[in-house]
C-alpha cells in the first residue's frame, strides 16, 4: 500500500490542491439561508419532501438535512451518479419507485449515512455494482422488487448489520449467491417470488438462513409458522412460488 511518506512533498501539495474546492467550503455554516426543500417538490415539517410524479430527470437540487424522508417516486430518474444524494445526511427514506432507473452508480448513495429504507421497486436494474449498499450501516428495508436483475453478488449487500427486509420478488434470478446472506445477520424477511429459480444447490444459502429466520418467511400477508425442519421445507417452496389461495394458510395476521 501507498504510504503518504511515500510521496513527494510536490506531489502531496498536487494532490491537495487538486481537492475538490466544493470540500473546503464551510457545510451548513449558515442553516437559515439552506433551502428547505428542493425547488420542485412540496415539502411539509417533519422534513417530508414530496418529489412525487414530478417528471424529474434527475435527483432534485437543493436537497439539505433538513429532508428527513424524500419521495422521488414516479419521476424519469434514468441513472444515479456518485454521490446523487449528497447534502442529505440525515435521510431516514428514500423513495425512488417507477423512474425507469437503469444505472446506480457504486457511490450514488454515498453519504446516506441514516438511511432506514430504500425502495428502488419497480425500476429497470439490471445488475449492480458491488458496493453499492456499502454506505448504508443502519438500512433496515430495502426493497429491489421488480426490477431485472439476474444475479445479485453477494459484495454487492456487502454487510448490511441492521436489515431486517429485503425483497427481492419479481426479478430474473435464478440462484441465490453463496455469501449473499451471511452479511445480513438481522434479516427476518426476504421476499423471493416472481423468480426463475432453479432448485437445488443454487439455493442452498437459503436453507442455511430458513432455520433461523423467525417468522421465516412470508408469502401475501400471511406468516407461516415457526420452522421445523418440515416446515421450512413447505415454506421455501411457498415463497418461492405463488400458492394458489386454497392452499394459503387459515390464519392470517392482519
Ligand atoms: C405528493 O405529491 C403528489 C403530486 O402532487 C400527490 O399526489 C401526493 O398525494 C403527495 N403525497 C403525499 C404523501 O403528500
Known amino acids: 500500500m501507498l504510504s503518504l511518506s511515500f510521496l513527494s512533498r510536490p506531489l502531496l501539495l498536487l494532490l491537495l490542491s487538486s481537492w475538490p474546492v466544493r470540500a473546503q467550503e464551510p457545510a451548513a455554516a449558515t442553516p437559515t439561508d439552506a433551502p428547505d426543500c428542493p425547488e420542485a417538490c412540496a415539502c411539509a415539517p417533519g422534513g417530508q419532501a414530496n418529489c412525487s410524479g414530478r417528471a424529474l ?3 432534485p437540487a437543493g436537497l439539505s438535512r433538513r429532508v428527513r424522508a424524500l419521495q422521488l ?3 424519469r430518474v434514468r441513472a444515479l451518479p456518485p454521490g446523487a444524494f449528497v447534502g442529505a445526511g440525515a435521510l431516514l427514506r ?9 444505472w446506480v452508480h457504486a457511490r450514488a448513495f454515498w453519504g446516506l449515512g441514516a438511511l432506514q429504507q430504500l425502495d428502488l421497486s419497480a425500476n429497470q436494474l439490471e445488475a449492480l455494482a458491488p458496493g453499492t449498499f456499502a454506505s448504508l ?3 433496515r428495508a430495502l426493497s429491489l422488487a421488480d426490477n431485472r436483475l ?3 453478488e453477494p459484495a454487492t449487500l456487502g454487510a448490511l448489520p441492521l436489515l431486517r427486509a429485503l425483497s427481492l420478488q419479481d426479478n430474473e434470478l435464478s440462484a441465490l449467491k453463496p455469501g449473499l446472506l451471511a452479511g445480513l445477520p438481522a434479516l427476518n424477511a426476504l421476499r423471493l417470488r416472481g423468480n426463475p429459480w432453479v432448485c437445488g444447490c443454487a439455493l442452498r444459502p437459503l436453507c442455511a438462513w430458513l432455520p433461523r429466520a423467525r417468522p421465516c418467511l412470508r408469502t401475501r400477508r400471511a406468516r407461516l409458522p415457526p420452522p421445523k425442519p418440515e416446515r421450512a421445507a413447505a415454506a421455501l417452496a411457498s415463497a418461492l412460488y405463488p400458492l394458489p389461495s386454497s392452499t394459503l394458510p387459515t390464519r392470517v395476521n392482519k
Open 94 to 102: 428514500l423513495d425512488l419507485r417507477e423512474n425507469g432507473l437503469r
Open 57 to 59: 430527470p434527475a435527483v
Open 137 to 139: 450501516r443502519v438500512l
Open 150 to 152: 439476474a444475479c445479485l
Open 73 to 75: 417516486d414516479h419521476n
